[in-house]
């Protein structure tokens, strides 16, 4: 067993962290799992031998320093990190107040860099590990009414993803930014995603979005979260793993459709763009 890795998984209590938690343990990988209550994940595991669940407050950078401090005093290393916690965010970015907006952005963006900030200085120290930060397909495609905010925050996930990829390759760490599609969890479910505390009337798109992804995709979703954690797994023994790893078809359609439409618009206003320069005959 002590040859497996050691995980470091946040946000384990339910969704995709708790279905990759189960697997890692079932495959006897020694997994840190933290959540904002250590009682939810010991009642969805129990005891287990190579069990390390933690309770953190991943917006709390002491919080979270104490908490990889005893993970490495546990295990004595982590091999992978899954930047996992978050929660979803809607409403239109009129109707959001600065509270709900700044809260989101704190639990997506600062509680994963918090994460990234004490357990950096680890894997740059023994020249190895994976980071894999969970953003959503959301963080590539953000034209979906009431939803601004939260893609915002994941487009942000996407954003530093890059940046510590190239930050972390001399180290011999990889990182990798996940782009899941709709995965069939409690993610959409009253009680996970949060709504606007003060509506306006006059948004109807919004409403007609959020109740579509509460009341005809929950429990509907095409992707099964079981798979998603078989592929994290497999994706973490790869030698050179992906910068981008996009889960499921509907996420690689809704790329795909993406890309072809930004590379239309950026041909369309060419002229525009290239328009700004110097002109060297003047010079």
């Given at each position: 067993m002590k040859s497996q890795k050691v995980w470091f998984v946040t946000g384990a209590s339910k969704g995709l962290g708790l279905s990759l938690v189960k697997e890692l343990l079932a495959q006897d990988y020694l997994v840190v799992a933290t959540s904002r209550t250590?009682?939810?994940?010991?009642n969805e595991i129990g005891e287990v031998?190579?069990?390390l669940p933690l309770e953190v407050d991943i917006t709390d950078d002491k919080?979270?320093?104490?908490?990889?401090?005893?993970?490495?005093d546990y295990f004595g290393r982590i091999d992978v990190l899954v930047n996992n916690a978050g929660y979803g965010q809607t409403g239109a970015l009129e109707e959001l107040s600065e509270s709900e907006t700044r809260r989101n952005f704190e639990v997506n963006v600062f509680g994963s860099l918090n994460v990234i900030r004490h357990i950096a200085p680890h894997m740059r120290g023994?020249?190895?590990g994976h980071m894999f930060n969970i953003a959503s397909i959301g963080g590539l495609v953000g034209n979906y009414p009431?939803?601004?905010?939260?893609?915002s925050t994941k487009f942000a996930v996407a954003g530093f993803s890059e940046a510590l990829a190239t930050e972390m390759e001399p180290f011999g760490v990889h990182t990798?930014?996940?782009y899941p599609g709709y995965f069939r969890t409690d993610f959409l479910s009253e009680g996970s995603?949060?709504?606007a505390a003060n509506p306006i009337a006059s948004y109807i798109t919004a409403r007609e979005s959020e109740a579509t992804h509460q009341h005809e995709i929950n429990g509907n979703q095409v992707n099964d979260p079981q798979k998603a954690a078989t592929l994290?797994?497999?994706?973490?023994k790869l030698q050179e793993p992906p910068v981008h790893l996009l889960m499921g078809q509907d996420a690689y359609e809704l790329a795909k459709n993406k890309i072809n439409m930004l590379t239309a618009e950026i041909e369309k206003w060419k002229s525009y763009t290239i328009s700004t320069g110097f002109d060297k005959s003047a010079e």
């Open positions: 250590k009682r939810s994940l010991e031998e190579n069990f919080d979270v320093a104490r908490a990889v401090l005893s993970a490495i023994q020249q190895s009431a939803f601004g905010v939260y893609c990798t930014v996940v995603l949060q709504t994290l797994i497999e994706v973490s």
